[in-house]
């Protein structure tokens, strides 16, 4: 018996001919993921609106552009499971009414932190749909491998301390294309809203009156955390965390004796060459020497290396990290030889 993808009315079987049934089970599990949870609602619709679409449009290439757009609408896909009747209405109403030669949307999508298998599915989802796929260094070679082949690929290179292109000609690429008419996804690494600049991307679009979603994307404290045996809370240890950029020369001073108190955990982003200076400033603020530290580079990849000390010693170790790497500062870190799952694999 084959192995069955049940979206109905849309069906989808993977058979092996009985010569490999996991390998057939494994194949199912993939294509599930790749296929939108309310798909088979989508087809069903669809189905009741053929009559007018082929009254609406006059040729073929037109009605496949439509029925393109309208297999890749995520608000008619949610409008459909929710049973929103008024959402429906309107979404199909734009649809059908809007030229087919329309500006294009842009999605930002946030590729996690460097393990393809962190990718969320709606993110996958995204870039096996864009048409455009606008990308940073730190999005890995694997997650790019997911990319619809036949997509335009665009490097604009950033990380700390080096842009390879200016955030304001990235906005002009982005807007370029989406008024192209294309699906464009801006992938960066991480989550796009913490130390992205996704922010700042957005309101250029929004100004220019594209339309645009988010689909968020696990970000590097709780990635590189996990995967380095460090829990950011914990009942006994730490009652917060604070998320840091360590880019202290580009803003005003930080607060450093309120992130010297005890009881949280706090993860600097790009810190590696300040890492100096937050050692000096947490100490002279009254955080204890002894203060566990971990800086993880490479987190989640196969390539991730860790290591740990105490505060006084943070300077020192930075000096033997590369970037992209994570500072990670409290007593949570203290437990990583018990917690320590990722480097045992």
Not at 87 to 97: C, D, G, M, P, S
Not at 141 to 150: C, E, P, S
């Amino acid at each position: 018996m084959p192995s069955i993808i049940d979206r109905s009315p849309l069906m989808v079987a993977v058979s092996s001919g009985g010569t490999s049934p996991v390998l057939a089970r494994l194949l199912r599990e993939k294509l599930e993921s790749l296929l939108p949870l309310h798909l088979g609602q989508v087809a069903k619709y669809a189905g009741q609106l053929r009559g007018r679409v082929k009254q609406q449009f006059a040729t073929m290439g037109e009605r496949r552009r439509f029925w393109e757009k309208l297999f890749v609408n995520d608000r008619l896909a949610q409008s459909l499971a929710n049973n929103d009747q008024k959402a429906i209405t309107e979404t199909t109403e734009q649809l059908i009414n809007e030229p087919l030669d329309h500006r294009g949307e842009v999605v930002l999508v946030g590729a996690g932190p460097g393990d393809a298998g962190l990718l969320t599915l709606k993110g996958l989802q995204q870039i096996q749909q864009a048409d455009v796929v606008v990308y940073d260094r730190l999005v890995s070679d694997d997650i790019m491998n997911l990319v619809r082949r036949d997509a335009d690929r665009v490097f604009v290179g950033k990380r700390a301390g080096y842009h390879c292109v200016p955030q304001e000609e990235i906005n002009q690429i982005l807007l370029r294309e989406a008024q192209k008419g294309k699906r464009v996804v801006r992938l960066k690494g991480g989550d796009p809203f913490i130390f992205g600049r996704g922010g700042e991307e957005l309101e250029t679009l929004c100004n220019a009156g594209i339309p645009f979603s988010v689909v968020p994307g696990i970000t590097a404290a709780s990635g590189c955390s996990a995967y380095s045996g460090i829990p950011l809370t914990h009942r006994d240890y730490a009652q917060s965390v604070r998320l840091i950029t360590g880019h202290l020369k580009t803003g005003g001073e930080l607060d450093w004796e309120n992130l010297a108190a005890e009881k949280q955990t706090l993860v600097f982003y790009m810190g590696l060459n300040q890492a100096a200076t937050i050692q000096q400033k947490l100490i002279e603020h009254g955080m204890p020497g002894e203060m566990p530290v971990a800086i993880v580079e490479n987190g989640t990849a196969v390539t991730q290396r860790v290591i740990d000390g105490t505060l006084t010693q943070l300077g020192e170790l930075a000096q033997q990290m590369n970037s992209p790497s994570l500072i990670i500062i409290g007593r949570v870190v203290g437990l990583r030889d018990k917690l320590n799952w990722f480097s045992n694999h």
